[in-house]
């Protein structure tokens, strides 16, 4: 039986063969694992603007116009409440006989005059928002003396730092 002598060159070939084997399994493992982080988070709570409209002159004669005020307010002591538009809603007529109720409001004209820019509510903030000749009674016939409209106005909000 012949034995194999171990030279130093025999035992540094095998370490480093040895060393290439661990080097190797220990990159597999780190490319191969899976690591999981969790990141919390969650939407604001915003309590809804409030806006109270007012015609400023009424009663109005056929070819008179109004402004009309819009009373914002913000309730939200966490954000500010941004106007993001404001356009006339529905018109409503009362005051007239049913029969009349449609003929009547084609001459109630809303959104006659120009918006001034649009405002953003402080926090717990108000604003009075005027639009200039907002309502303007067209010429109306003797069916329509008497009425009372309520013109509703759609105003449009976004919550921001």
């Known amino acids: 039986m012949k034995q194999h ?17 661990v080097a190797a399994t220990a990159a597999w493992a ?7 982080a969790g990141a919390a988070g969650g939407a604001e709570i915003v309590q809804e603007i409030t806006v109270v409209g007012e015609q400023l002159s009424s009663p109005l004669l056929p070819g008179e116009s109004s402004n009309v005020k819009l009373a914002i307010h913000n309730p939200n002591s966490n954000v500010r409440a941004q106007v993001t538009g404001i356009s006339p809603g529905t018109v409503t007529v ?3 006989a049913p029969t009349d109720v449609d003929t009547c ?5 809303t959104n006659q005059g120009m918006y001034p820019a649009l405002p953003t509510l ?6 009075d928002y005027t639009i200039g000749d907002g309502v303007k009674l067209g010429d109306a016939p003797l069916i329509c ?4 409209w ?8 976004q919550a921001v730092r």
Do not use: P
Request: proline share 0%; net charge positive.
């Open 30 to 36: 780190v490319f191969g694992s899976t690591i999981v």
């Open 105 to 109: 409001k084609a001459y109630v004209v």
């Open 150 to 157: 309520t013109t509703n106005w759609n105003v449009t909000f």
């Open 122 to 127: 402080a926090k717990d903030g108000d604003f």
């Open 145 to 148: 003396q008497g009425m009372k």
């Open 94 to 96: 009362s005051g007239v």
């Open 5 to 21: 002598r171990i030279t130093k060159r025999t035992a540094v070939v095998g370490t480093a063969v040895l060393g290439t084997i």
